[in-house]
C-alpha cells in the first residue's frame, strides 16, 4: 500500500511539474495575454472606451472585410456604430491563443475567435462568417503593454487546407 500511494505521489508530482514548464510565461507574456483576454472582455460588455483602453493612439487595424483604419479614434468612430448596428449582441469567445515575443518591447499574439450573436440590422444571421483569426501587435510604451496595429480574418469554413491533407 505504502508503494502504491508512493508510486501515486510521484507521478502526482512529475505530472505538475510538466504542466508548470509547459505552461510558463514571463511577466511580460502575460500581461501581453492579459491584454488580449482585456479586449475580448471589453467586447463582451460592448464596453468601446475600456476595449480602446489597450490600444495606442495611432493603432492601426484592419477588419475582417478589409477596412483599414489607420488610428484608434478612426477605428473607435466606426466600432462605435457597429457596435450599436451589429455587435450589440455578441460575444466574442477566445479559442485558441499563441503570443511570441519578437522583442522586449514588441509582441505577436493570435487567436482563434468565435463569435456568437452576430446578426445583421435586416436580421441576417452571420454565424457562417463567425469564427475567425486575430493578429494583433502589441508595443510595451511607459512599462504598458498596447495594441499598435491589429488584423481580423474570418475564416471560410469551405476553404481546406492543403496541409492537412499533404503525404508527410
Excluded at 460588455?45 to 490600444?55: I, N, R
Excluded at 477566445?94 to 522586449?104: A, D, G, H, S
Aim: glycine content about 4%; hydrophobic content about 45%; overall charge positive.
Amino acid at each position: 500500500m505504502k508503494k502504491l500511494l508512493s508510486l501515486l505521489l510521484i507521478l502526482c508530482l512529475a505530472a505538475t511539474t510538466h504542466a508548470q514548464t509547459t505552461t510558463k510565461y514571463s511577466a511580460d507574456e502575460k500581461a501581453v495575454l492579459q491584454v488580449n483576454e482585456g479586449i475580448a472582455e471589453a467586447w463582451n460588455k460592448h464596453d468601446t472606451d475600456l476595449y480602446f483602453s489597450y490600444f495606442a493612439p495611432d493603432a492601426q487595424w484592419v477588419n475582417v472585410v478589409g477596412m483599414w483604419w489607420r488610428n484608434a479614434a478612426e477605428h473607435k468612430y466606426a466600432l462605435d456604430i457597429f457596435m450599436k448596428v451589429m455587435f450589440n449582441k455578441t460575444k466574442h469567445n477566445i479559442l485558441q491563443t499563441e503570443v511570441r515575443m519578437l522583442r522586449p518591447d514588441l509582441a505577436l499574439v493570435r487567436h482563434n475567435w468565435e463569435l456568437e450573436g452576430w446578426v445583421m440590422p435586416d436580421g441576417r444571421d452571420m454565424s457562417d462568417v463567425s469564427t475567425g483569426v486575430m493578429t494583433l501587435m502589441l508595443e510595451k510604451r511607459k512599462g504598458k503593454w498596447l495594441v499598435i496595429d491589429g488584423h481580423n480574418t474570418s475564416i471560410d469554413k469551405k476553404a481546406q487546407d492543403p496541409v492537412l491533407t499533404m503525404k508527410k
